[in-house]
């Protein structure tokens, strides 16, 4: 059966069903502590900040899926089924016998696969009878998808952007407001948090810490309310099991077995979606796959951090989470550009691969924009930073391939596109991108003030 | 049959032709004329600024069908077919029966339905054994689909982008660097026709004309470059035709039959392209269709112009056309945002408008922001500036429909998006976005200066 350049589902496809990999692990991630007294959260400790049914969703460890309602796989049928594209061009641009595979998902206005979890979010919160949702954002990915999905709903939706971001970054913010959500630089003086922050810091530029505070107060002490998070948190990953389950259906209809499936990893948001269902036939014992999380040199979570309790923002206002972590003070260095730049990883790719069902390799920012800027020329697709992280790895796979002949069949998630990013690609075409790897020292540093938790 | 959201034709279904509308018409479109001596325009007159098989497209009244070869339709594979979408979610919030469909050409990098016609024209290049092409651009849509077709052959790319253009879109100008284009800002020191207008003007920020003149300088100055232009030329809507031919094999697959089709018209690629086949069913007495062309208010060529010859270009070096124009020396008020700023129209689509094919209508800004936003808001893509004239219009149409009752089936154009006008956007979010309808006395100024050419 020759395979298309795109493999396309028909909309009956669409999974009516999330898969949630927790139910399929023997050992669960550890649960949420509730900050002041490191006692497992509840749903009941959860519920002030979180919607009903995500607070449910985040603590549901037991069922495998947890169907789709109608009205967020219609709002899906806008963009999805989302392409897994054979990239013919990249294979023989290297010359490579390897078959390379996509899963395309930036084929929407929010530009990546965020906007899988922003229309779940929205629709929870909708249903639940809410006014409006708040939530903080950097780059303003996540905020971006936000928004479109609270403009469908008729939710408000407050965004609290880095201030950075906010006056670098002003076209994001436009697409935000044009969907009808007001975005406020943070630290602001509309929280106490906030106005802390600035009495202390009269210059911050901001950090998403600090903009994660400020949603939270401001979710919580606002009538009809509450905080959404576009990544780390379970409910999120389960969200995005549909990237996974779309890609194993267009596989299998083509009766292809994934050799190596590959994914960029920053809060674990796609990582996590792509790889479930693959995950889960891994620890049903059905198939085995080489799973790589790729991260950035500068921020490697996985690859230098510590598996323990942390704090999830900087601010402590928010449950910690057993995970890989830098540390909650960590920041990357000033020259990391894109996303990817958080201290921890979802708890439940924490757990997965401190039981070694994945590998995980961090790539400098310089070579992965080597492999998105060979990626665009022949594949078309000018990829996010954070995609090309995947890009990287793909590709030195395949060229493994080459020298050995073997005909492996890669997979990897092509997150987003890059067109809110060219102030980095710019910097590139200058040759003026350089790389930072964290010295031990700072790790270390970085890492002493993790919170004593007993085992 | 239920229509699904996305009407998804198969990679086979890519047409394998595309179609000439001109050998439908009886009467044809008027030939170009060489400027100094007013006789229609010969391959060999055309040859040294175009590509030859390009020349022979332009001239050709004959052919109905012109093969699209194989290295094409293997690049169209990557972003092709577009799907046709039924916009479920605006015929609800606009309460009205009508059924209302897009043909959504923005799912690639270019952002929008120029790629069609770059990649065909870098293909013919290369065929030829060129070196690279040159082209001017102002927005930068058409320079970034060129720089990606270019980039996919391996040939080099000199664009000329308007001054103005250079400074305030640094991120257009910094995707086509991406693909390895080399971009000048217009007018520059690298051409004659550059220098003398630095000398009379040296504070210009440059027009789309001075870089017209400044790429077909270089294009015939330089062994082995031609010039490339991404509008207007009969080729290029030729090439457009994929947009129409899909539409129709599309509405057809579910017995669609439409009744009003809608396009954005600035030089006519988009619209000669979707409305072609549609068109030829009319010539040839097979259906009837309403046609809507729709142009800005402060660029009326259609609605306000006068069917003559007239200049291409305000540098005077290409051939002349018969076109309805504002005059060759017309530009739009400072307020226009986007594109649709060309003082002409496509010959074909002139001599069309001209028989009573099509109808044309003019809308104002404020009143197409309006629209986007609405479609925005409701369909998930924020539209380019351009198409959302096409929505504005598709929506007055559905909400007649409401008021008459009648199911009627809307087709528009959806040509791309509006990532790359976010300043447009932010004026508008921000409430300082102006209408401008130029006098009777401007427009007769700038036709009072049309050249005298004998019947």
Same mark, same amino acid.
């Given at each position: 059966?020759?395979?298309?350049?795109?493999?396309?589902?028909?909309?009956?496809?669409?999974?009516?069903?999330?898969?949630?990999?927790?139910?399929?692990?023997?050992?669960?991630?550890?649960?949420?502590?509730?900050?002041?007294?490191?006692?497992?959260?509840?749903?009941?400790?959860?519920?002030?900040?979180?919607?009903?049914?995500?607070?449910?969703?985040?603590?549901?460890?037991?069922?495998?899926?947890?169907?789709?309602?109608?009205?967020?796989?219609?709002?899906?049928?806008?963009?999805?089924?989302?392409?897994?594209?054979?990239?013919?061009?990249?294979?023989?641009?290297?010359?490579?016998?390897?078959?390379?595979?996509?899963?395309?998902?930036?084929?929407?206005?929010?530009?990546?696969?965020?906007?899988?979890?922003?229309?779940?979010?929205?629709?929870?919160?909708?249903?639940?009878?809410?006014?409006?949702?708040?939530?903080?954002?950097?780059?303003?990915?996540?905020?971006?998808?936000?928004?479109?999905?609270?403009?469908?709903?008729?939710?408000?939706?407050?965004?609290?952007?880095?201030?950075?971001?906010?006056?670098?970054?002003?076209?994001?913010?436009?697409?935000?407001?044009?969907?009808?959500?007001?975005?406020?630089?943070?630290?602001?003086?509309?929280?106490?948090?906030?106005?802390?922050?600035?009495?202390?810091?009269?210059?911050?530029?901001?950090?998403?810490?600090?903009?994660?505070?400020?949603?939270?107060?401001? +979710?919580?002490?606002?009538? #009809?309310? $509450? /905080?959404?998070?576009? %990544?780390?948190?379970?409910?999120? @990953?389960? *969200? =995005?099991?549909?990237?996974?389950?779309?890609?194993?259906?267009?596989?299998?209809?083509?009766?292809?077995?994934?050799?190596?499936?590959?994914?960029?990893?920053?809060?674990?948001?796609?990582?996590?979606?792509?790889?479930?269902?693959?995950?889960?036939?891994?620890?049903?014992?059905?198939?085995?796959?080489?799973?790589?999380?790729?991260?950035?040199?500068?921020?490697?979570?996985?690859?230098?951090?510590?598996?323990?309790?942390?704090?999830?923002?900087?601010?402590?206002?928010?449950?910690?989470?057993?995970?890989?972590?830098?540390?909650?003070?960590?920041?990357?260095? +000033?020259?990391?550009?894109? #996303?990817? $730049? /958080?201290?921890?990883? %979802?708890?439940?790719?924490?757990? @997965?691969? *401190? =039981?070694?069902?994945?590998?995980?390799?961090?790539?400098?920012?310089?070579?992965?924009?080597?492999?998105?800027?060979?990626?665009?020329?022949?594949?078309?697709?000018?990829?996010?930073?954070?995609?090309?992280?995947?890009?990287?790895?793909?590709?030195?796979?395949?060229?493994?391939?080459?020298?050995?002949?073997?005909?492996?069949?890669?997979?990897?998630?092509?997150?987003?596109?890059?067109?809110?990013?060219?102030?980095?690609?710019?910097?590139?075409?200058?040759?003026?991108?350089?790389?930072?790897?964290?010295?031990?020292?700072?790790?270390?540093?970085?890492?002493?003030?993790?919170?004593?938790?007993?085992?």
């Amino acid at each position: 059966m020759e395979i298309p350049y795109k493999i396309y589902l028909s909309e009956e496809e669409i999974p009516r069903a999330w898969y949630n990999v927790r139910a399929d692990m023997k050992v669960k991630p550890a649960p949420l502590l509730v900050p002041n007294t490191l006692k497992p959260a509840t749903a009941d400790d959860l519920s002030h900040v979180f919607c009903d049914e995500l607070v449910k969703q985040e603590l549901d460890n037991d069922h495998a899926f947890i169907e789709i309602p109608d009205d967020i796989r219609n709002f899906y049928k806008m963009y999805r089924p989302s392409p897994l594209v054979r990239a013919y061009c990249l294979e023989r641009a290297l010359g490579t016998p390897a078959h390379i595979y996509y899963k395309f998902e930036g084929n929407n206005t929010s530009g990546s696969h965020k906007l899988n979890s922003a229309i779940a979010q929205a629709y929870y919160a909708k249903k639940q009878g809410l006014k409006g949702v708040t939530t903080e954002t950097g780059a303003g990915q996540w905020g971006t998808a936000l928004s479109m999905a609270t403009a469908y709903f008729g939710l408000d939706c407050k965004v609290y952007m880095v201030k950075v971001s906010y006056e670098q970054k002003p076209f994001r913010r436009e697409v935000m407001r044009t969907y009808g959500a007001s975005v406020t630089p943070s630290p602001s003086d509309t929280t106490n948090v906030g106005r802390a922050i600035l009495a202390e810091h009269p210059g911050t530029t901001g950090s998403l810490g600090c903009a994660i505070s400020e949603a939270v107060e401001t +979710a919580v002490s606002n009538e #009809g309310y $509450r /905080y959404v998070l576009g %990544s780390v948190l379970n409910q999120v @990953l389960l *969200h =995005q099991s549909v990237i996974g389950l779309e890609t194993k259906t267009a596989l299998d209809k083509y009766g292809i077995k994934a050799d190596i499936i590959i994914g960029c990893a920053g809060g674990g948001s796609n990582l996590g979606g792509l790889i479930s269902p693959f995950v889960g036939q891994k620890l049903r014992g059905e198939a085995d796959y080489r799973i790589i999380a790729v991260e950035p040199a500068s921020c490697p979570s996985f690859t230098r951090g510590k598996y323990a309790y942390d704090f999830c923002d900087t601010g402590r206002v928010c449950p910690l989470a057993k995970m890989y972590t830098l540390g909650s003070n960590f920041i990357p260095s +000033a020259n990391h550009a894109g #996303g990817l $730049r /958080y201290h921890g990883m %979802s708890s439940t790719l924490s757990e @997965l691969y *401190h =039981q070694g069902l994945m590998e995980a390799r961090s790539v400098e920012q310089t070579s992965v924009f080597d492999a998105a800027v060979q990626f665009a020329r022949v594949e078309g697709i000018l990829p996010a930073p954070e995609s090309s992280h995947a890009i990287r790895v793909a590709i030195d796979e395949a060229l493994k391939c080459k020298q050995t002949g073997e005909a492996k069949n890669i997979v990897f998630g092509l997150t987003g596109t890059g067109y809110f990013d060219l102030v980095a690609y710019q910097k590139y075409n200058d040759h003026q991108m350089s790389d930072y790897i964290p010295t031990d020292e700072e790790l270390q540093k970085s890492l002493a003030q993790l919170p004593k938790v007993e085992k």
